[in-house]
Structures are given as C-alpha cells and as structure tokens.
C-alpha cells in the first residue's frame, strides 16, 4: 500500500500563489517506480486532470488551460510532489487531489492506483 497526503491548500486572494506538497509513504519504491498526477474537484462538477510528471522527473504534462500558471515537479529523495500554482483564479477553486500511477502519465481516473484525501484550496475574487 501507498499512502498520499497533500498538505499547503487553503484560502488565497485571486492573482495569489499556493504550492501544494504530496507526500507518499510506504512501498513507494518496492515494486515500480511511480508517476504522479495532481486532480481537481469543484462542487458539483467531476474530478479533473491537472497535471502529471514522470518517476524522473524528466516528462511533465498539464491540461492546456493551466498551463503556464501551474508547474508540477517531485523531489524523490523526499518521495514528494509538488504543485505549484499561480495567478489564481475564483474558478480554480477546488479540492485538490494527489495520484500514484504504474504509468506516466497519470492522466486519468482509471490510470491512478492511490488518491491523497484531498487539500482544499479557495480563492477569494
């Protein structure tokens, strides 16, 4: 088992900055390397990519309307992800969740094998 814990969401003003850290424990390593994906889930609407990096490091992917505002990277010395998020928007308000997959990318629900709980982030208008 893979344990996920997002931690760093919250309330930001819109144009504010957050990074969201996931921290994964237990057979992170033992039996594959993994990929990691960030989602997102607002009220009343359905959990959606946001972005995806590889056990490397080295591939990263984001959905086109995030990106050049959202960076995803990982320090696997810390077994940790990170998102970071700029110029937020009211509409990036959301539950944000962390994902482990066998493969890169972790694009979609089906692909991931572990989910975080969950960090709430708010942005305020």
């Known amino acids: 088992q893979v344990q996920l814990v997002e931690s760093g969401g919250g309330l930001v003003q819109a144009g504010g900055s957050l990074r969201l850290s996931c921290a994964a424990s237990?057979?992170?390593?033992?039996?594959?390397?993994?990929?990691m994906g960030w989602f997102r889930q607002a009220p009343g609407k359905e959990r959606e990519f946001v972005a995806t990096i590889a056990w490397s490091g080295a591939k990263t992917g984001a959905t086109d309307f995030l990106k050049g505002r959202f960076a995803i990277s990982r320090d696997n010395a810390k077994n940790t992800v990170y998102l970071q998020m700029n110029s937020l928007k009211p509409e990036d308000t959301a539950v944000y969740y962390c994902a482990a997959g066998r493969y890169y990318p972790v694009l979609v629900t089906t692909s991931v094998d572990y989910w975080g709980q969950g960090t709430q982030v708010t942005v305020s208008s």
């Open positions: 237990g057979r992170t390593n033992s039996e594959y390397t993994m990929a």
